[in-house]
Structure formats: C-alpha cells, structure tokens
C-alpha cells in the first residue's frame, strides 16, 4: 500500500512563501503523475499544479507564476513552492499520486491534507 505524508502548512501574512511537500512510501515501483490540490468550504477539491511523465507541468490560471511544482524521484517526493501567497490561497492543500506499485497494479494515493493559511 503506497502512503503519501504532507507537511509544510501554516499561517503566513500576505505576499509570504510556503513550501509544501508530500513524501510516498511503501511499494512503489513507478510514479508518473504528481499533484497539488486544494480545497475550500463548500466548495469541490481543484487542481492547482500537476507534473506527468513525459508530458508536463500544468498550474491552474490563478496560481500561475507564484507557485512552482516540483518532484525528487529519488526520494518520491513532491514538493509546492508557493510564493507571494494571497488570501484567497487559504485553503487545505492536498498532494495526489498516480503510478504502479510493486506488485504492477495501479495506484492512486493521496495525502491527509495540510491547511494553508494567509492572513493579516
């Protein structure tokens, strides 16, 4: 069973830096998709960011040029870089992996979530 563990939430003031990161254990044999999500009250999970294997990096209009996506394969590890954060960034931050685990079936394995807050 592949496990995924975030940390790096917090509260921050406007215009700060957070970074996020979400480390994968168990038996993984590969990754090929990595991404950041967020979540607000009343509202559905949205993609923020995501990485594929040979296709890419996305980020979602509103993030784009703030926040940098970013993985360490070596350590299955998945990072946010989030700069210049606003309060509308106040959300929980959930990180998501797709891939084949040991035994060659799929996975697709999220984090517990981390809350993210910018506020004066």
């Known amino acids: 069973q592949v496990q995924l563990v975030e940390s790096g939430g917090g509260l921050v003031q406007p215009g700060e830096s957070l970074r996020l990161s979400c480390a994968a254990s168990g038996s993984i044999f590969s990754i090929n998709f990595w991404g950041w999500y967020r979540q607000t009250p009343g509202k559905e999970r949205e993609l923020v960011a995501s990485t594929n294997r040979g296709i890419g990096t996305n980020y979602d209009n509103s993030v784009k040029g703030r926040f940098t996506i970013s993985r360490d394969s070596a350590r299955n590890t998945v990072y946010l870089q989030m700069n210049s954060l606003k309060p509308e960034d106040t959300a929980v931050y959930y990180c998501?992996?797709?891939?084949?685990?040991?035994?060659?079936?799929?996975?697709?394995?999220w984090g517990q979530g981390t809350l993210v807050t910018v506020s004066s």
């Open positions: 998501n992996m797709r891939g084949t685990n040991g035994n060659r079936a799929r996975f697709d394995a």
